[in-house]
């Protein structure tokens, strides 16, 4: 049951929250006056049972009648107790829909107009001639072949090749060495996921258009590919109690999304795929801790960028463009001279404990204390499309070769990409 509280909270997210809540609050209203309906059905049944049993004459009409009423009583809590079954089934369905609470820090807005720039970092790059897109780039450095890509798998998927693909490898490593040394363990997670899991972290329902599924004759059979690390990472403790707080992962996965509510945006280039890479930074935290959490983790991500010389801003979302789980969000957005523009490139979020709830991850605060939930946060740490993008718009040059950030160099082996003779 949702306190008051919490139900004004969540309505700050606009219209379409109250529908959502008006629903579920009508069918738990039903299952908890059913359930008192049947508390009571069941005290009168061990009433009757009683009589039943002190009577002495089991043939007199006393005992005929409260027989009957016993079997009318048996037959009433039957019937209701499947009815509590489908409403408690339908409560939790609805239940997975509700859209978290925004923290007290998040300002209002319909959508992303209002979100409050909070900081910068670098100087955006100037260029003495018109930079090139990272597609025109890519494609005369011979580092990305969109034609192949779209002939293998269609539209939305990109090959990447030669050094643009030690390029990527290098920048998995690299992300990956940079969050292990700030404390984070290292993990390496399956891709293909049961359907808990992803409601556990909330891709389900609410996204199901969204996600890519196998094919398989019995729907236990199904898994779902993971659209973001953050899915296998979140679900590793899910029914479990932790003892020790706070847990930090990194990892990376391939990921997958239909970009279903995207029809038309971004199709030129590698800025939205069906298939793209990313290395995700996970916690799990104490309630108490979790905004001091997430504004480290958010330094975290945002090391890597400054690392690389990408200059970049952070954005606090507001009520109207903040994802359905989180509580409060931070986006990273790096600059795109060949867009003209900032665009995400790590989301860093608190969702509370509304992931551990859906997934039942709790710990314990001290020996022979009830179990609480835990605190979850995550963020991208980073998209590798992206900042592959970012990186070849960034350090283009006139002679369109693009220079390769001194922290990477270790990795490539190289120093430059030059375009192809």
């Not at 039943?52 to 209701?80: N, P, W």
């Not at 859209?99 to 100037?126: C, F, I, L, M, Y």
Request: aromatic share 8%; net charge negative.
């Amino acid at each position: 049951m949702l306190d008051p509280a919490r139900i004004e909270a969540v309505l700050r997210r606009g219209p379409a929250a109250k529908p959502l809540i008006d629903a579920y609050l009508a069918i738990d209203a039903r299952r908890r006056t059913l359930q008192g309906e049947l508390d009571g059905l069941r005290a009168q049944r061990n009433t009757r049972s009683d009589e039943m049993a002190s009577t002495k004459d089991k043939k007199s009409e006393a005992f005929a009648a409260v027989r009957d009423e016993l079997r009318v009583l048996s037959q009433r809590i039957k019937e209701g107790e499947k009815e509590l079954t489908a409403l408690e089934s339908e409560s939790r369905e609805r239940q997975l829909w509700l859209p978290n609470a925004p923290h007290a820090s998040v300002p209002d807005g319909v959508n992303e107009s209002s979100n409050q720039v909070v900081g910068t970092w670098g100087d955006r790059p100037e260029f003495g001639f018109e930079p090139k897109d990272h597609v025109d780039l890519g494609t005369a450095l011979g580092v990305l072949d969109f034609e192949r890509g779209a002939k293998l798998s269609g539209a939305r998927f990109t090959v990447v090749v030669g050094q643009g693909a030690r390029l990527v490898r290098a920048l998995i490593s690299f992300m990956l060495d940079v969050h292990s040394a700030r404390g984070y363990r290292e993990m390496w997670v399956p891709v293909l996921l049961k359907r808990a899991a992803m409601e556990g972290t909330g891709q389900l329902p609410k996204f199901a258009d969204d996600a890519f599924r196998t094919v398989a004759a019995r729907p236990e059979d199904e898994f779902y590919l993971s659209p973001t690390a953050e899915v296998p990472l979140t679900n590793l403790h899910s029914g479990e109690i932790l003892e020790v707080l706070p847990v930090r992962y990194t990892g990376y996965t391939a990921c997958f999304r239909a970009e279903a509510g995207a029809y038309g945006k971004d199709t030129r280039g590698m800025i939205r795929q069906h298939q793209f890479d990313k290395v995700e930074i996970v916690k799990f935290v104490e309630p108490e801790t979790s905004y001091d959490e997430l504004e480290a983790l958010r330094a975290d991500a945002e090391e890597i960028l400054r690392r690389l010389g990408l200059h970049y801003r952070v954005s606090l979302l507001c009520t109207g463009d903040l994802g359905n789980s989180a509580a409060k969000t931070y986006d990273l957005e790096v600059w795109l001279p060949g867009q003209n523009a900032y665009r995400e490139i790590s989301s860093c979020s608190n969702f509370e404990d509304w992931q551990a709830r859906r997934a039942q991850i709790r710990y314990r605060p001290g020996a022979g204390e009830k179990p609480r939930f835990v605190h979850t946060l995550n963020g991208s740490g980073l998209a590798i499309g992206r900042t592959l993008v970012a990186l070849l718009e960034q350090n283009q040059k006139e002679d369109g070769s693009v220079e390769i950030p001194e922290a990477l160099r270790p990795y490539t082996g190289f120093d430059r990409i030059r375009p192809q003779v």
